[in-house]
């Protein structure tokens, strides 16, 4: 970047020969020495540090770059020759310091990762000063990255998204978390064009040549990455008023879209009125704008302007479906939990990002339960989210939930599914269950007042614990936070006459058959235990600090089962002995609560994939899990049909394989129908969808299929004529076989609509198709650049799913990764590597691995996923070969199918 300053031109001093003699000439001026640039290796330098933000911009959703300038109010701990923030891929055309009166013109560097520094022409002392820059940058139409357009109805639209280091794409400043501080912001745009940022507007000042500079109130205490701003034509929903102070509620739409929120704009205020519930502490803020952002994971939590997906919020009228009202209660909940686990209080470094993600998901749970408690939501979310956490814990290479970020790529990996948002939240789950719900929410509710408007730490939140809880509790939740892996506990039952009967547990760290990771390590953990005869039991609990201990059960007899996770809350794998296990699948049915039930299960999973149970073995309890009653219980038991690798089957077993799923799941599924009946709850809503695509997908029931074309085919002549309850999968199933008619005229769907979900549901349609000419012309679409390939991933997502397909997936996929990629963000990136994770040979994992090593060393954070993944195709190939015979075994038994239905 070019010197600021440039040199001072030399002033001759001319002598007149009959002259007197003139005075000695002045000092030749110089230019200054500037320091040599030394950037931080990661973090910035805390000598110098923000107070406050004065952001002006200039924002025209059609240009291609856009300009603006910045002060920021700085106190200097010490005395420095250069400042450092970020600012990245930026031009910056002025840059000064001023400081006790005095104004210091600065040199701006670069260094890589959007590390701007200011070099000083001398010393800058310690005390108060205020930096000020003026710049240009560019507006991202590809990627999504800082300041993003997005054209809708041929009009450009501008968003924002900068978590976690993409503010310095938009404007310099300090660009870390633990940085928060109040900001003004200003925005010059087009006078009929909306302009919104967090705080409220407080002046319109209408400029010449069509602009108006609008300037809003100054903000509470935030971070960069919370600063949020939307210019562009929009249409603003007037949706009445949240929270107890009764804060305006507003959805930001794109033209002629406002009608499409009206089921969001009914519910956003009793969402809000919950979460306010569980902290007893009303809404933050002066307003509640939603930003309707154009896909899904543009979701983000900036204070007042939260950032929700189209998919989410956007529903014609006629079309909401009970999918789509759960989804969007569920992330609008998310997002507004983080105003107060992320915004009032948020993580001092991105090592610490689990304490916003990890909290904000397990209050998920608290408050989405209660707004409808039909739905179920809480055990279905815990559930699923210990199931999915302990998935991830059995890879050696996944680190733990409070993870290094002492890189750039730590800090772009520190956002982990697996454990930053669901493992932490089930952990939390645990210790709720230890404590007590009062006495957890208590707790929380103690730290948010505690550390209000300002940052926290790990350390912090131990701190909370240890008063609230002793610091053996405190402990004990550091062991699981801060080390990687899951324990399983395996117990033996002695009973001695006169004596009472006790449990003797082992721990260990639970390591699937095929892993390299040791078993060698131990955790604080707070084991309960459920024991009894027939239908009576008696729950105790202990704290297992080593790797043995043992519990005297309450009673005088000796118990005939025992469950070694009582109420499923437990962060553990529970490793029973087939006579354990047979034991306690015998006991009767409301012995156990469906939350233990269903934790058994996944037992049970734990055991087949660790070489303990066979799956052969296992597969003849599912058609139990098929009749019951409870909806996550049979979708709990359809999961181990997921370790049945049909492409490894011949014809004949194949053939057996489908017919013993139809008929485990058709006849329910046929008598619920593909459409809602008159009367149907939300249980049945929910139950419908999975038996239908277990009997239709899984188990190809004739009848279903037959009656999924009949639907696909009336829908496409009248969208109207189908509930729109039973379209995404009949479209799945419909084009599992479907011909170049039906694909020909999918593709012309998605060219003709300009709605994202609709062209969301055709792209994953057309990734179902299993003809290889019809998916090659499928993947041509991934490829090209007609559409965002964001969007059009499914249909590569499809092809890798599918045995017919999947070597066809792979050739696209080896051929076209590196253009792909270039199109991505680093996030979407290891989704992309994480893709070939569906493979499962040791000769394509050989093949993915030396294809995508040398790409990942080149993309920012893609290391580690690739190493995870490549883990979880050699995982999968040792389990299926380790269970093979076992299913063959097992399909023998089955019958042969007929040929029709």
Not at 13 to 20: F, I
């Amino acid at each position: 970047m070019r010197s600021l300053l440039p040199l001072a031109l030399a002033v001759a001093v001319l002598r007149c020969a009959h002259a007197p003699e003139a005075p000695p000439a002045a000092p030749v001026a110089t230019a200054p020495e500037w320091p040599e640039p030394q950037p931080p290796a990661l973090r910035l330098p805390d000598s110098v540090r923000p107070t406050r933000y004065a952001l002006d911009l200039k924002l025209l959703p059609a240009e291609p770059t856009f300009s603006g300038s910045v002060s920021i109010d700085v106190d200097v701990s010490e005395p420095v020759r250069q400042v450092w923030l970020h600012g990245q891929d930026m031009e910056v055309s002025q840059a000064r310091i001023e400081a006790g009166g005095r104004t210091l013109e600065a040199r701006p560097v670069t260094a890589s990762e959007g590390r701007l520094g200011l070099l000083l022409p001398e010393t800058l002392a310690p005390g108060k000063a205020r930096i000020h820059i003026a710049f240009t940058g560019k507006v991202d139409r590809e990627r999504s990255q800082g300041l993003y357009a997005v054209e809708e109805g041929g009009e450009p639209y501008l968003y924002t998204f900068f978590e976690p280091v993409d503010a310095r794409r938009a404007f310099p400043c300090f660009d870390e978390p633990g940085f928060k501080v109040p900001w003004t912001l200003r925005i010059t745009a087009k006078e009929d064009h909306v302009a919104l940022a967090n705080h409220p507007i407080v002046s319109r000042e209408k400029l010449p040549d069509g602009l108006a500079r609008v300037t809003f109130a100054e903000s509470k205490p935030m971070p960069s990455y919370l600063v949020a701003f939307v210019v562009g034509p929009f249409d603003v929903v007037d949706a009445g008023t949240a929270g107890r102070n009764a804060a305006p509620l507003r959805f930001i739409v794109p033209r002629g879209r406002g009608a499409e929120t009206a089921y969001a704009a009914s519910v956003t205020p009793r969402i809000v009125t919950l979460i306010e519930d569980y902290f007893d502490m009303p809404y933050p803020y002066e307003k509640l704008d939603v930003a309707v952002v154009p896909r899904y994971w543009g979701t983000m939590e900036h204070p007042g302007l939260v950032a929700l997906g189209q998919p989410l919020t956007l529903i014609r009228p006629g079309e909401e479906t009970l999918a789509r009202r759960k989804w969007y209660v569920n992330i609008a909940n998310h997002e507004l939990g983080h105003y107060w686990f992320g915004n009032i209080v948020t993580c001092q470094w991105w090592d610490d990002i689990w304490l916003n993600e990890s909290l904000t998901s397990w209050l998920d749970r608290k408050t989405v339960d209660p707004f409808d408690t039909s739905w179920g939501f809480g055990l279905e979310q815990s559930t699923q989210s210990t199931l999915f956490a302990l998935d991830t814990d059995a890879l050696a290479a996944t680190p733990p939930v409070r993870k290094p970020a002492n890189t750039h790529d730590e800090v772009l990996g520190s956002f982990d599914n697996g454990t930053t948002y669901a493992k932490g939240s089930a952990i939390i789950d645990m210790f709720e269950a230890w404590l007590g719900e009062e006495r957890m929410r208590d707790l929380l509710r103690g730290h948010i007042k505690k550390h209000e408007w300002g940052v926290a730490t790990s350390e912090d939140f131990a701190a909370t614990l240890s008063a609230a809880a002793g610091p053996d509790v405190a402990r004990a939740f550091r062991s699981f936070i801060d080390q990687p892996g899951a324990p399983r506990i395996a117990a033996e039952l002695q009973c001695q006459p006169g004596a009472p009967a006790k449990l003797t547990f082992t721990q260990e760290r639970y390591v699937p058959a095929g892993s390299t990771a040791s078993k060698d390590q131990t955790w604080s953990v707070p084991v309960c235990v459920r024991a009894g005869s027939g239908k009576t039991s008696e729950r105790t609990c202990t704290m297992l600090t080593g790797a043995t201990g043992e519990l005297a059960l309450p009673g005088k007899s000796c118990p005939s089962w025992f469950v070694l996770n009582a109420g499923g809350t437990g962060y553990y794998r529970s490793g029973y002995t087939r006579e354990q296990l047979t034991r306690v699948l015998a006991a009767p049915t409301e012995a156990l609560t469906v939350r233990e039930r269903l934790t058994l299960l996944a037992d049970m999973e734990a055991g087949v994939r660790r070489g303990d149970l066979p799956l052969g073995d296992v597969l003849r309890y599912v058609p139990t899990t098929a009749k019951a009653d409870h909806r996550l219980i049979m979708q709990r038991g359809a999961r181990l049909l997921t370790f049945v690798h049909v492409d490894r089957l011949s014809n004949d077993e194949s053939a057996r394989y489908r017919n013993w799923v139809a008929a485990m799941y058709g006849p329910r599924a046929r008598a619920l129908g593909w459409e809602p009946k008159p009367g149907d709850d939300d249980a049945v809503k929910s139950l419908r969808p999975n038996l239908l695509g277990l009997a239709a997908l899984r188990g190809e029931d004739p009848a279903l299929v037959r009656d999924a074309n009949r639907l696909v085919k009336a829908w496409l002549a009248d969208r109207k004529s189908v509930h729109p309850e039973a379209v995404p999968l009949a479209l799945m199933v419909a084009a599992r076989n479907g011909d170049k008619a039906f694909f020909d005229t999918l593709v012309a769907r998605a060219r003709a609509t300009e709605d994202r979900t609709e062209r969301s549901r055709v792209f994953t349609t057309l990734g179902s198709f299993r003809d290889p000419a019809l998916m090659r012309e499928a993947l041509a679409l991934v490829a090209g650049s007609e559409f965002d390939v964001r969007d059009t991933q499914s249909i590569l997502t499809g092809a890798f799913s599918m045995p017919q397909t999947r070597a066809l997936a792979w050739a696209f996929y080896q051929e076209h990764f590196d253009a792909l990629a270039s199109r991505m963000r680093s996030d979407e990136v290891a989704g992309l590597i994480g893709l070939v994770g569906m493979l499962c040979d040791e000769k394509t994992a050989a093949e993915a691995e030396a294809f995508l090593t040398p790409r990942a060393a080149k993309l920012e954070n893609a290391s580690l996923t690739l190493t995870r993944t490549m883990e979880s195709i050699r995982l999968c190939a040792a389990s299926s070969t380790l269970n093979a015979q076992s299913v063959r075994d097992f399909l023998k038994g089955q019958p042969i199918p007929a040929k029709s239905r």
